[in-house]
């Protein structure tokens, strides 16, 4: 039987300041374990309210538009991903497969 190893400090280290990178990009923890170390986390999608801003341009001319354009260009969908370190204490990020 291979002997379970904890990861080294510099491993946990680089594992938190991945961990505390992508929630400060946004995104929410939805499961933690300490055990294996990983963290699944998720980014909601963001949805934009199309009819407003076709007010908000009419309203403007036309000049809100800009706006309208770029939030729809930068417009991202849900995001699940995971973060773990592997049996060599490597920190590795995946994405999840969505439901």
Not at 22 to 37: M, S, T
Request: aromatic share 10%.
């Amino acid at each position: 039987m291979k002997k379970e190893q904890l990861p080294s400090k510099t491993t946990i280290d680089r594992f938190s300041k991945k961990l505390s990178n992508k929630i400060r990009a946004g995104f929410k923890i939805i499961e933690y374990n300490d055990k294996l170390p990983y963290v699944v986390l998720i980014k909601e999608q963001k949805n934009i309210n199309h009819a407003l801003h076709l007010q908000l341009s009419f309203i403007t001319i036309g000049i809100w538009s800009i706006v309208w354009i770029y939030l729809t260009l930068t417009h991202t969908p849900k995001k699940e991903i995971l973060i773990a370190i592997d049996e060599d204490g490597n920190v590795f990020e995946e994405k999840c497969l969505l439901n």
